[in-house]
T-cell receptor
């Protein structure tokens, strides 16, 4: 059973701070990694994806991938109260008959307080 | 572009009853997914269709859950009979394909409560 683990929350940061969300995965062959945001009572929406080792930046969001350590993270700079949500890490199966299957972590609840 | 549509949005049933959920994916999306999301957990894939064929149903409790996508467009997920532990949000998602570049778009979900 392939596993995706996220840092336990909830995580609370003040407005303007950097929020750091972490995720580890068990399948060393995984190649594609996704961060979804899910507001309470809503469906997940994609924030970023990353395939290559290193950093990928998109506005206030930076995804970091270290395949050797099987670790992926999401940094949110200048956190805003509107960033308060559950953040889901997802790993894409890329082989066999499971191609396209996402395995999600349990999610980390982020609260940004004014 | 219209998003993924799901109905009903909410459903309350008693245990041992049956229930069905409907999903209409984004036009042109060949791949359709049904996820179960229990409160406080991430979504868990139940079944994945590529057009009208099943690609993965390894986590579908086949003794009580069934799903179909007969014409390769919309899909239904059925539970019969329901158990208390089936209380969850059932999310439908679709994507153009299955490559690493294909984003999955989620519908609003159906919140099922089994009493």
């Amino acid at each position: 059973q392939k596993e995706v683990e996220q840092n336990s929350g909830p995580l609370s940061v003040p407005e303007g701070a950097i929020a750091s969300l972490n995720c580890t995965y068990s399948d060393r062959g995984s190649q594609s990694f996704f961060w979804y945001r899910q507001y309470s009572g809503k469906s997940p929406e994609l924030i970023m994806f990353i395939y290559s080792n290193g950093d990928k930046e998109d506005g206030r969001f930076t995804a970091q991938l270290n395949k050797a350590s099987q670790y992926v993270s999401l940094l949110i700079r200048d956190s805003q109260p509107s960033d308060s949500a559950t953040y889901l890490c997802a790993v894409l199966d890329a082989g066999g008959t499971s191609y396209g299957k996402l395995t999600f972590g349990q999610g980390t609840i982020l609260t940004v307080h004014p | 572009e219209a998003g993924v549509a799901q109905s009903p949005r909410y459903k309350i049933i008693e245990k041992r009853q049956s229930v069905a959920f409907w999903c209409n994916p984004i036009s042109g999306h060949a791949t359709l997914y049904w996820y179960q999301q229990i409160l406080g957990q991430g979504p868990k894939l139940l079944i994945q269709f590529q057009n009208n064929g099943v690609v993965d149903d390894s986590q579908l409790p086949k003794d009580r859950f069934s799903a179909e996508r007969l014409k390769g467009v919309d899909s239904t997920l059925k539970i019969q009979p329901a158990k208390l532990e089936d209380s969850a949000v059932y999310l439908c998602a679709s994507s153009f394909g299955t490559s690493s570049h294909n984003e999955q778009f989620f519908g609003p979900g159906t919140r099922l409560t089994v009493l």
